[in-house]
Every structure is written in C-alpha cells, then in structure tokens.
C-alpha cells in the first residue's frame, strides 16, 4: 500500500459543484501539502499545514480551503469547482525538519472541471 | 520575481550520457532538489545540493553552483525506464519550494 495515498484518482465535474480531494498517510510525518501541477508549469503550492492546528496559504490558495482532521488527514476542497481548476492534484507530507526537506507525494487526483 | 529555468524537452540514446540544467533566481537559498516524475505518477526524490559541487548517487549525479545560480543533473549509461520529466526546485530563504516546469527526457533505443 502506498505511504500516501489520495482519493479519488480520477474526477469529472461541472462547474460549480463542490468537490473534495482526501489524503491521507502512514510516514507519521507532521507536514503536508496540497499542489496542483498544469502543463508547462512547475507545481504550485496551494496551502500546507505543519501540524493540526496550523495552516497556511501558499501560492494559488484563491478558490481553495483544506481541513486538517489529523496528523495523518489532509483535504483539500473545491467549493465552486470552475474549469481552470482543472489539473492534477498531489498531496505531500515531510519530516518537521530543514534539512533536506524531502517530500513523498501521493499518486494525484486527475480533475476535470466542465 | 523567483524563476527556475530548465530545458523543456531533451532527447537522448540508451546506454549514453545526457546532463540536464537548471537555473535559478531566488530570494535566498536553501538547497535545490531534483525529482523525477514518471508519466502519470508521483514525482519522487533524487537529489540534493545545498554546497557547491557534484553529488554522485550511482547513474545519477547532481551538481550545484550556488554563485552562478546553476544546477545540473547528470545520467549516466542510460535506460529506458530513464525516460520520464526532471523537475528541479529551489528551497527559498523562507524554506519555501520554488518549482521548475521540469524537462522531459526520451530515451531513444
């Protein structure tokens, strides 16, 4: 079973449908991130979370929230979905620490937005 | 503005050399990564320079020149499953990753 795992792997929806990616993770790592990858773009960063109680807004956040529901669950939700938010969606998480910063991405969520 | 420059695409042959660059403008520095993603997967680590100079890994090697703003990622004897996107990135000041759009790389048999 896969360290991070993302739910669902594949989406299609109509414009302003509310719609909700899930991951979740067995590394025990405190941080996650939620990015969104376009063609011809480097990943984006949509909001991070360093433990439960913190959140964080990162690059693109506008159209975005998340919930924290525990160290190991990170959602991200979409709660108007519009066609330009039609990407691939990775979480991430990483040990609390600075010193290489590595990060174990999930497998994606495809979204299609219409 | 932050900025990470790499090559779009590369072709290269099987069981040959191929080095990929990257270059970067960022407010502050705290390392760069490299991160190989295969076609409708995950990327997954490769790499990382904080201090000048090469990092050897097996096939894979990693350079960085910090002065110049420089990174590359060389690979050596070439495989097939080599074939994949390079993605480059830049830890900021705020230790904050900065992306490349990544290279696509083809290996030719």
């Known amino acids: 079973d896969a360290d991070v795992t993302q739910t669902p792997r594949n989406r299609i929806t109509k414009t302003g449908k509310r719609i909700m990616l899930e991951c979740s993770q067995t590394?025990?790592?405190?941080?996650m991130y939620w990015y969104r990858q376009d063609p011809g773009l480097g990943l984006r960063l949509i909001y991070y979370?360093?433990?439960?109680?913190?959140?964080n807004k990162g690059e693109i956040s506008d159209g975005y929230s998340v919930s924290r529901q525990a160290q190991a669950k990170f959602s991200l939700s979409l709660e108007s979905a519009i066609p330009n938010q039609t990407a691939l969606y990775f979480c991430?998480?990483?040990?609390?620490?600075?010193?290489?910063?590595?990060?174990?991405f999930g497998e994606g969520s495809r979204l299609t937005v219409l | 503005g932050q900025n990470i420059d790499q090559p779009t695409e590369m072709t290269a042959t099987e069981g040959a050399i191929v080095q990929i660059n990257c270059t970067y403008q960022t407010s502050g520095f705290n390392g760069l990564f490299w991160y190989q993603q295969h076609a409708g997967e995950a990327p997954t680590f490769l790499s990382y320079?904080?201090l000048d100079g090469l990092e050897e890994k097996g096939r894979f090697s990693s350079f960085l020149s910090r002065s110049k703003g420089y990174s590359y990622l060389l690979l050596k004897e070439l495989q097939m499953k080599d074939s994949a996107s390079y993605l480059c990135?830049?830890?900021?000041?705020?230790?904050?990753?900065?992306w490349g759009a990544g290279t696509k790389l083809i290996i030719k048999p």
């Open positions: 590394k025990g790592h405190d941080r």
């Open positions: 979370s360093f433990d439960v109680k913190d959140i």
């Open positions: 990135a830049v830890m900021d000041s705020n230790y904050q990753l900065i």
């Open positions: 320079n904080v």
């Open positions: 991430a998480t990483s040990r609390g620490t600075t010193d290489t910063g590595e990060l174990f």
